[in-house]
């Protein structure tokens, strides 16, 4: 390299260091060298920020868990699914009393579901 090239410190993991003198040895490069080329091919990688943005997005999304709002979605899926399953039982056995019992409880969820979800969808659209 040019001795007008810039010049400065930089702390990497140890293991890293190893990873890229590795390389540098194997492809006969100096580790300067081997660094310079990796970090260009990033930035005239157009899918290197395609790739990047959706690892953290991913990761964010793994080391959060899903949102609220996707948890009340996932629960109404279910409690509709019982909902239906218990419509289902009362037809076939319509003087069962815990059918009856059933039903209405689950009308109760759904309807504090749908609202919980309401309540989060409009803090979502206020921010």
């Not at 009393?97 to 659209?125: G, P």
Request: proline share 3%; glycine share 2%.
């Amino acid at each position: 390299m040019a001795r007008e090239d810039l010049h400065f410190r930089l702390r990497i993991p140890e293991a890293l260091k190893r990873q890229v003198a590795e390389a540098a040895e194997k492809r006969g490069h100096s580790m300067t060298a081997e660094i310079n080329e990796r970090l260009a091919r990033t930035f005239n990688d157009p899918m290197y920020d395609i790739i990047t943005e959706e690892s953290d997005a991913f990761a964010t999304a793994v080391r959060t868990g899903p949102s609220e709002e996707q948890q009340i979605e996932d629960a109404l899926f279910l409690e509709r699914g019982m909902y239906e399953e218990a419509l289902i039982w009362l037809e076939d056995h319509p003087d069962d009393q815990s059918a009856k019992d059933a039903v209405e409880i689950s009308e109760m969820r759904l309807t504090q579901l749908e609202r919980r979800l309401e309540k989060i969808r409009a803090a979502s659209d206020d921010q």
